[in-house]
């Protein structure tokens, strides 16, 4: 077919991407557009092809799900692990929060508590968690899990002070989350007890601590939200 | 390199999760356009995007500004991408294979030419068709604006292989479109 023409229709589409991207040399070029002056299928090929990589080049960004960033919070524990869910559970919100008098005195905690989350987290996805029984990642865990515990003792007091002031269903639920949460880290720390230098179980000492000190934050801020007299406004 | 990506940067590291939140929103739409047209699935392009992410996390220690955050980022992305890719597709390569001998052909008979701008639905529809290889190669090449010399780096092939996938990718769309196009509304352009 065409063998008449100068440059056949087979050579035309070995040459097309180079002759659309502007890679031919002039004589080439000259060749190509007399082949398409004459030739009755060829012109559709060319134009089909230039829509395609115009058309390809104007398509924009797509727009993720916006659940997708929520996923990557709670991968990333950027967030207190544990509040939303408790506070999804309870049907509670934060909304016009006061923090009463004496819940003051834990602004401080929570402060040094959301570092000390953030520290862990680092340490749990450090590159060197895998050969934590190696001297320095030993003692950085040591460390985050003494501080941990340090805060659970002081937000233990606080919690215990603020629990008469919840009602019975919710002080119900929290203390059933709070034994889920000390079984996991009766767990984990029988396992170090195995094996002192296991990454995957300090990390899950650290999570499970992360998620008692988010929890007896949720407690402490709860007993804030629920003024006597108020409870009724809730869901 | 810009100072408020160091800045940003700085401040992810050091724990700050709305600055890593501002990461996450400028980056995230292109970042998950890429990686659904390179992976044909929004749900393999979704569970990608969260990897990219958790691995920036990880790697924003070794973020040094000799380039943007936007094209580190990038990178991540292709490359987690990619290892995506081999895994699903062991040999990537032999599923471009079937596309050579119908479509690399003489153009058929005389046809009207598709519509010069083509529907966005119809050309995503399309692309998520083609095989992973040609696939690839045509998104960074057509859609990204990357040159065959980066985009054979980019996905481990010669320059030459690249120009031959992406030829085939393009020839291969046209295909689905035209067959996608009712008659009535190619002849009527």
């Known amino acids: 077919m065409n063998d008449d023409r100068m440059l056949t229709c087979e050579r035309l589409v070995d040459t097309l991407d180079d002759y659309l991207e502007g890679r031919v040399s002039a004589i080439v070029r000259a060749d190509i557009e007399a082949h398409l002056a004459g030739c009755p299928a060829c012109p559709a090929l060319v134009a089909d092809v230039r829509a395609i990589r115009e058309?390809?080049?104007?398509?924009?960004?797509?727009?993720?799900?916006a659940h997708a960033w929520q996923h990557i919070q709670e991968r990333l524990h950027l967030h207190a692990p544990g509040r939303a869910s408790l506070l999804d559970r309870l049907g509670l919100s934060f909304a016009g929060w006061r923090p009463l008098?004496?819940?003051?005195?834990?602004?401080?905690?929570?402060?040094?508590?959301?570092?000390?989350?953030?520290?862990?987290?680092?340490?749990?996805?450090?590159?060197?968690?895998?050969?934590?029984s190696s001297g320095g990642s030993l003692v950085e865990f040591q460390l985050a899990e003494a501080e941990y515990t340090d805060a659970i003792s002081r937000l233990q007091e606080a919690a215990d002070a603020a629990g008469p002031r919840l009602d019975a269903l919710t002080s119900a639920t929290l203390k059933s989350s709070i034994d889920d949460i000390d079984l996991a880290i009766g767990d984990a720390r029988e396992a170090l007890v195995r094996e002192p230098g296991d990454a995957l179980s300090q990390e899950s000492l650290l999570e499970a601590l992360g998620s008692k000190v988010a929890l007896l934050q949720d407690t402490?801020?709860?007993?804030?939200?629920?003024?006597?007299?108020?409870?009724e406004q809730n869901p | 390199m810009r100072a408020d990506d160091l800045e940003l940067a700085r401040r992810c590291r050091e724990g700050d999760a709305a600055a890593f939140e501002t990461l996450y929103r400028a980056h995230a739409s292109r970042l998950f356009g890429l990686l659904t047209r390179m992976t044909g699935s929004a749900h393999d392009a979704e569970d990608l995007l969260q990897d990219v992410f958790v691995q920036a996390h990880r790697k924003l220690a070794s973020f040094r500004g000799e380039s943007s955050l936007g094209t580190w980022l990038y990178?991540?992305?292709?490359?987690?991408?990619?290892?995506?890719?081999?895994?699903?597709?062991s040999r990537m390569a032999r599923t471009t294979d079937s596309l050579d001998a119908e479509d690399a052909a003489e153009p058929a008979a005389a046809a009207p030419a598709l519509p010069q701008a083509i529907a966005r639905i119809d050309l995503e529809r399309a692309i998520a068709q083609l095989p992973a290889g040609c696939r690839a190669a045509f998104v960074l090449h057509d859609v990204e604006g990357l040159d065959h010399r980066?985009?054979?780096?980019?996905?481990?092939?010669?320059?030459?292989?690249?120009?031959?996938?992406?030829?085939?990718?393009?020839?291969?769309?046209?295909?689905?479109?035209?067959?996608?196009?009712?008659r009535g509304a190619l002849e009527a352009v």
């Not at chain 1, 004496?102 to 590159?127: C, D, E, K, N, Q």
Request: aromatic share 0%; proline share 7%; hydrophobic share 45%.
């Open chain 2, 75 to 89: 990178r991540l992305a292709v490359n987690q991408c990619l290892d995506h890719l081999r895994g699903k597709h």
């Open chain 1, 101 to 132: 008098q004496p819940l003051g005195a834990v602004a401080g905690l929570v402060l040094v508590v959301s570092s000390l989350a953030w520290v862990g987290t680092r340490l749990a996805m450090s590159p060197d968690a895998t050969v934590a």
């Open chain 1, 220 to 231: 402490v801020a709860l007993a804030g939200d629920i003024e006597p007299g108020t409870e």
């Open chain 1, 55 to 65: 058309s390809a080049h104007a398509l924009g960004p797509i727009e993720p799900p």
């Open chain 2, 150 to 182: 980066e985009v054979g780096k980019a996905l481990g092939i010669s320059e030459g292989t690249s120009k031959s996938q992406v030829h085939k990718a393009r020839m291969k769309l046209r295909g689905l479109l035209r067959s996608a196009v009712p």
